[in-house]
Structures are given as structure tokens and as C-alpha cells.
């Protein structure tokens, strides 16, 4: 088990637990899944690109990911139905937790002029965060990136709203502008 879910397990279901005055265990948020989602609209012109991308992506996650495809037609902007657009991958489980531990303890600080995220979610407790540079993960080669490529990642949590899902996220170590970072002991 993962130091990050052992953490949750034994310290942050409490806290949570204790500032919320939940009624049932089941009523606690937890982190769902994590989606990492990487738009590449230069696919149309070089097919290339997006095998790159998938070999990128699949370094970061340490899972193959699957091709988002074009929904519609579109002439302006030379856009086929069912064309590759993009990739994306969901993490669960053992993955999930060790993708959030690199993210919060090595990824974040290495972002460039990085003071914390937005404190702002969907309204229905997930949290979506971009990246504009995916070469910020340390799983990957500098030497075999060809090109600079930003990405989504998307937190999915139980939580019922926004406040619930900061604190969930801030409590597992995401950096979070104006908020410690601290849990209770």
C-alpha cells in the first residue's frame, strides 16, 4: 500500500470526518479515479505527433492510453469524423496513488514561477488542473521529447461540492494558493 493511501486511511478520513460531522464512513469524500488528458490539435497536419504523444503519456502514467477521436467534421479547420485528436488515460487504484504522490512531491515543484493552484472545482467536488508543459514529469527522457505539450488532469472525487473536494486534495498534498498544506496529526 502506498504511503499517500495509508495517509488518507489513517489521517485524513478523520480529519475530514471531524470538520465535516459526517453521519456515515461512506459520506467521506475520496479520490475516485485521475484523468490525464492531452489535447494535440497539430495531429491534422503530422500523424506522427500523436504517437509521440502516446509514448509521452504512457511514460507518465505507466499505463497505455487510449485515442480521443473527432466527434464531427469540421471543413475550417481540416477536421475529419473520427480523426486522432488527442489522448487521455484514466488511473485507479494502486496507480492512481503513486501517479498523486509524484505529482504533489516532485512534479509540482519543479513548475517554473509555481506559487499553487486555483482554489476552484466544477461545483460538483472534481477538480480539473492544466499543465502547460508536460516535460516538467521526470519520467521522461528530455532527449526524446520532440516538442512541448500541455495537459488536463482531472481529479474525480465522491465529494458533493467544491469545499469538500479542496479540502480532500489539499489534506493528500495538492498546493493550493493561500491554503497550508499541513494535516493534523
Known amino acids: 500500500m502506498s504511503k499517500l493511501k495509508q495517509k488518507y486511511l489513517d489521517k ?15 459520506m467521506i469524500p475520496s479520490v475516485k479515479k ?14 506522427n505527433i500523436i504517437q509521440d504523444c502516446v509514448k509521452e503519456i504512457t511514460a507518465i502514467s505507466g499505463q497505455k492510453p487510449i485515442m480521443t477521436k473527432a466527434k464531427k467534421s469540421i471543413s475550417n479547420f481540416k477536421l475529419r469524423e473520427g480523426q486522432a485528436i488527442g489522448v487521455k488515460v484514466t488511473l485507479r487504484g494502486a496507480r492512481m496513488y503513486d501517479f498523486m504522490e509524484r505529482f504533489f512531491n516532485i ?12 482554489v476552484k472545482g466544477d461545483g460538483r467536488g472534481n477538480y480539473t488542473l492544466g499543465i502547460t508543459d508536460h516535460q516538467i514529469f521526470p519520467e521522461l527522457n ?15 472525487t465522491s465529494a458533493t461540492n467544491d469545499e469538500e473536494c479542496v479540502e480532500l486534495l489539499r489534506l493528500l498534498g495538492l498546493p493550493f494558493k493561500n491554503l497550508p498544506v499541513t494535516v493534523a496529526a
Open 142 to 156: 528530455l532527449d526524446e521529447v520532440k516538442r512541448s505539450q500541455g495537459m488536463h488532469i482531472t481529479f474525480v
Open 12 to 26: 485524513i478520513k478523520k480529519a475530514l470526518s471531524d470538520k465535516y460531522k459526517y453521519t456515515n464512513a461512506m
Open 34 to 47: 485521475i484523468v490525464l488528458n492531452m489535447g494535440v490539435a497539430e495531429a491534422i497536419k503530422d500523424k
Open 107 to 118: 512534479v509540482c515543484p519543479r513548475i517554473s514561477d509555481f506559487r499553487g493552484f486555483e
